[in-house]
């Protein structure tokens, strides 16, 4: 199962979604919620105002998104480098503890990101771990290690690229799409 997020459930393979079930205020909130999140003390409802609806509605077609597949997760990606330290960490669980080790890092502050991997020498559960500083991320990491009665494999950025994980939504290729797989 290499590159599975582990224990997220998903609607089977993508594009199994009928772009018909996803209304137009749907597909503006997705086309708006990729970069138009206002950093505000209250996002949800800055983006209803923007969208002509209410906070409530929003939050429910967030969650309806999400237990759809159509979306993964809902939050802010930061520039590590800014909001603290993070580094890219691994441990290596046999398949019949590996549910169990993934419970226990899922669960240890700071950790997103935690995916099944097919085995590099051993190591086949891998995630992020952050932390306010360097000091406090390495504190996480041995905490971990002791929790986990393991090593855990830290392997730091040597060096940051950009990569933009927004894109456009082609709404009338998918619709095409699902008309010419219905008839």
Known sequence: MPNQMHAQRRRPG??????GELDALDRRL???????????????RALAE????????????????HALGVI???GPVFDHARAGASLLAAVAANDDERDAVAAKINRAPGVNHNYL???ARGFNLWFVMTAPDEAELEA??????????RAVLRLP?????HIDLAF????????????????
């Open 50 to 65: 923007r969208l002509h609806t209410t906070e409530d509605e929003i939050l429910n077609r967030l969650a309806r998104l």
């Open 117 to 119: 991997r097919d085995a």
């Open 140 to 149: 996480r990491l041995e905490a971990l290690e002791q929790r986990l009665g």
């Open 72 to 74: 993964s997760r809902a």
């Open 14 to 19: 993508p594009g199994k979604l009928d772009p």
């Open 168 to 183: 456009p939504l082609p709404w009338d290729e998918l619709d095409r799409h699902a008309v010419a797989e219905g008839a």
């Open 157 to 161: 950025m040597l060096e940051s690229f």
């Open 30 to 44: 997705l086309d708006t919620y990729q970069r138009g999140l206002p950093v505000v003390a209250e996002p949800y």
